[in-house]
C-alpha cells in the first residue's frame, strides 16, 4: 500500500502562484511515476502533469511554461509550482502514484483562481 498526502492548495488572484506538495509513504520502490491530475466541477479528472523516478516529465498542454513538476526521490515527494494561475485552473488537484499498473490516489487539495 501507498499512502499520499497533499499540501499546498488556497485560494490565490489570477496571475498568482501556488506551490503542491504530495509525500508518499509505505511501499515505496523501484521505479515509479508520481503526477497531479485536477478535477473541475462537472468536468472528468484530467492529467496536469507527471513525473517518473528517473524524471521525464510530461504536461498538459494548458499548463505548459506555466506549471513546473520535481520530485524529491530521497523524500518520496512530488512538487507542482504553479504561476500565472488563470480561474480556469480552478479545481481539485489529486496526486498519484503509479508502478507495475498499480495506481494511489491522495485526498484532493483545492485550488481556486479568482479574476
Known amino acids: 500500500q501507498v499512502q499520499l498526502v497533499e499540501s499546498g492548495g488556497g485560494l490565490v488572484q489570477a496571475g498568482g502562484s501556488l506551490r503542491l506538495s504530495c509525500a508518499a509513504s509505505?511501499?515505496?520502490?523501484?521505479?515509479?511515476?508520481m503526477g497531479w491530475y485536477r478535477q473541475a466541477p462537472g468536468k472528468q479528472r484530467e492529467l496536469v502533469a507527471t513525473i517518473t523516478s528517473s524524471f521525464s516529465t510530461v504536461y498538459a498542454d494548458s499548463v505548459k511554461g506555466r506549471f513546473t513538476i520535481s520530485r524529491d526521490n530521497a523524500k518520496n515527494t512530488v512538487y507542482l509550482q504553479m504561476s500565472s494561475l488563470k480561474p480556469e485552473d480552478t479545481a481539485v488537484y489529486y496526486c498519484n502514484y503509479l508502478r507495475n499498473r498499480a495506481d494511489y490516489w491522495g485526498q484532493g487539495t483545492q485550488v481556486t483562481v479568482s479574476s
Open positions: 509505505g511501499n515505496i520502490f523501484g521505479f515509479n511515476t
